[in-house]
């Protein structure tokens, strides 16, 4: 008798067990279900290169200059890149789209995006013929286009328009600005945004505020335009935005003084705190969707060096 009793004690334990484990099972599976968004602004010098990584997918906006194409390796490396699973090109200037040789050298791309704005110097002409002989599916964005990132993540596309990209970039002087064209999109996840801007100028942001209404570009970070230039962060698009923190990816002691001190000064009159590669290195922002935190790889926030 007692023996059949110590047999049922232990098979009560043994089932107690198992639906405690059953239970803890559940949110196991849900917290495994996008939790976390980073963010990295890479130190590729005069040139824009962006790792960004769900709880899916790993997506890398634009490649850095041709001859920065080695510290960009480093950074993937580093971070331990295999696969990229959406390359998205902002537009196909040097320093945005050189890089990307390199990138399908030594990486599994499985989808590119880019602005659809042709070009003519050999770089360019190389990209595309990497992307037909590799058979890696393409897409031309526009605005309103919407790309899943995975994990909870969206990424919504502002500029261009279909009309600015057949217009090609033009100038009141007509000239060409392949700036102009630069893909602009908002990504979000939960309550957190961010705006991604590639080169685009003030003329392309005046544009977008008349077909945005401001309430959809709000952002808690801004990737700053161009570098940093004066050309780019016009007051009225940094009033709809309304970031609290702008980040600059530009090189050490470059020719072109980015970032400007107009637009640094008119950062500090909006109060946004702002982070630059050249003084700061590796610019690193996470977010669970809620809350969010910029970390500098180092140097301190606001820096005013430079002219």
């Not at 599976?29 to 962006?50: C, F, N, P, R, W």
């Not at 699973?85 to 390199?102: C, E, N, V």
């Not at 599916?137 to 995975?150: A, C, H, S």
């Not at 505020?209 to 962060?233: E, F, I, M, N």
Request: aromatic share 6%.
């Amino acid at each position: 008798m007692r023996r059949h009793w110590r047999i049922l004690c232990f098979l009560m334990m043994l089932s107690l067990a198992l639906v405690s484990l059953v239970g803890c099972g559940i949110p196991m599976e849900k917290s495994a279900v996008a939790s976390h968004l980073t963010v990295k602004m890479l130190d590729v010098g005069q040139g824009d290169a962006i790792l960004i990584r769900t709880s899916d997918e790993t997506i890398l906006i634009d490649t850095g200059d041709t001859d920065e194409a080695a510290k960009l390796k480093a950074a993937l490396d580093k971070e331990g890149v295999k696969t990229i699973d959406k390359l998205i090109i902002t537009h196909p200037h040097r320093d945005h789209l050189g890089g990307s040789a390199m990138v399908f050298q030594n990486y599994a791309v499985k989808a590119v995006y880019d602005n659809g704005q042709p070009t003519t110097p050999k770089f360019y002409r190389d990209y595309l013929k990497t992307i037909k002989v590799k058979n890696i599916p393409y897409k031309t964005l526009r605005d309103g286009d919407r790309l899943d990132f995975g994990g909870g993540v969206s990424f919504t596309i502002l500029s261009p328009t279909e009309e600015m990209v057949q217009e090609g970039g033009r100038e009141a002087d007509g000239k060409i600005n392949l700036n102009l064209n630069s893909l602009v999109g908002r990504l979000a996840y939960g309550n957190f945004a961010m705006m991604f801007t590639g080169d685009a100028e003030k003329p392309t942001e005046q544009a977008l505020l008349k077909r945005h209404p401001a309430g959809d570009l709000r952002c808690q970070v801004l990737k700053a335009g161009h570098h940093g230039s004066k050309t780019s962060s016009g007051l009225a698009f940094l009033k709809a935005v309304q970031p609290e923190v702008a980040l600059i990816s530009c090189g050490a002691g470059n020719s072109y003084r980015h970032p400007h001190a107009s637009v640094r000064r008119s950062y500090e009159k909006q109060r946004i705190d702002f982070y630059r590669t050249d003084v700061n290195g590796t610019i690193t922002v996470e977010s669970d969707g809620q809350t969010y935190r910029v970390t500098p790889e180092r140097g301190v926030k606001n820096s005013n060096k430079g002219n």
